[in-house]
């Protein structure tokens, strides 16, 4: 992957991927088990997942004194099945101020009660901000692989990373 940037060539993005990507039966359960059909490029991108989305991830002591390791493939771009599963099962409908869409699904989270979700009738893959406080759905990326590519500079250069969102804004 190397090129972080606003630009995203598809075919290198999938060459890098693959080591932790899921298998054609995980998806068909995620699918089973909601009762939903993932769009092609949702399956693409877990049958692909990059490589990089786990490797960035960041271990340590945390204030509290407890060991932490976490990334992008445990909180904002799940790769795990289950984790899927259980994070679209939980979701409470009505909750919230802003009427949660059923196209909505969730890919992720930040750990904070918010989500990362895409559109299951969105053909240009483009990924939503669900901030539970209000706010409701706002885009914040074009594609998964933008998505991805955000991520990965957050958790290898935070201060870039906070410089180049702030020009987002």
Known sequence: YGRVNTEFDR????????????????VGRIEATLDTELPDFYQQFLLNYPDKLVSVAKSGISADGNAFCEGPADLELLNHADAIIALNERVPVGHWETEWSPEQFIIGENGCGDFFTIDLDDEYSSVF??????????????????????LILKYTDIRKWAGRRSRQR
Not at 129 to 150: K, N, Q, V, W, Y
């Open 129 to 150: 901000f669900f901030d539970h406080e209000g706010s409701g759905f706002d885009e914040i990326a074009g594609s998964l692989e933008e998505f991805a590519g955000d």
């Open 11 to 26: 075919q290198a993005f999938l060459e890098c991927s693959g080591r932790f990507a899921m298998a054609l039966e995980d």
